[in-house]
Structure formats: structure tokens, C-alpha cells
Nanobody, 115 residues
């Protein structure tokens, strides 16, 4: 079972930036697709950005041009660089990894954007 640990969340003012990190316990993660999802209070968990094992990326319309997902296979880590943050980006952000046989999540990290 792959374990994911997220870090990098916090409190930031609107217009600011944060970088989230998600590090896996095993390098098998490098062969899996990965993504960042977020869940605001009272709302469903939504996709923010995904990246395949080959490096292809996909973004939610609400974050296109502001967020960037990347991965460093040597560090077994996926990043989410967030810029021009808005109050509506406030949520718990979860890292996800998936393959044809498994789907696993990190514990989440809180991002709060103040106006």
C-alpha cells in the first residue's frame, strides 16, 4: 500500500502563492497517475489538477493559468504550485494516486486564503 504525505498548506492573503508537496512511501508511485483534489466545507471533493506517469497534465477551469502541477520522480513527489490565490481556493487539498489496481489518498492539507 502506497502512503502519501502532503505538506505546504497554510494561511495566505489573496493574490499570494503557496506550493503543496505530496511525497509517496514507495517509488511505485512514479508509475501511477497522480492528482490534487480539494474539498471546501459542505461541498464535494473536486479535481484541481492531474498528472500522468508520462507527465501529461490536466486542470480544472477555475485554476487554469494560476496553478501548475509537476512531479519529481527522484523524490517520489508531486507538487502543486498555486499563484494568484483567491478566497474561493480555500479548502482542504488532497493528494491522490491511482493505477488500474489501486486508488489512494493522502490525509489532506488545509489552504486558507484571506481577502
Amino acid at each position: 500500500q502506497v502512503q502519501l504525505v502532503e505538506s505546504g498548506g497554510g494561511l495566505v492573503q489573496a493574490g499570494g502563492s503557496l506550493r503543496l508537496s505530496c511525497t509517496a512511501s514507495t517509488s511505485i508511485f512514479n508509475f501511477h497517475n497522480a492528482g490534487w483534489y480539494r474539498q471546501a466545507p459542505g461541498k464535494q471533493r473536486d479535481m484541481v489538477a492531474t498528472i500522468t506517469s508520462a507527465g501529461s497534465t490536466n486542470y480544472a477551469d477555475s485554476v487554469k493559468g494560476r496553478f501548475a502541477i509537476s512531479r519529481d520522480t527522484a523524490k517520489r513527489t508531486v507538487y502543486l504550485q498555486m499563484t494568484s490565490l483567491k478566497p474561493e481556493d480555500t479548502a482542504v487539498y488532497y493528494c491522490n494516486g491511482r493505477s488500474g489496481f489501486s486508488n489512494y489518498w493522502g490525509q489532506g492539507t488545509q489552504v486558507t486564503v484571506s481577502s
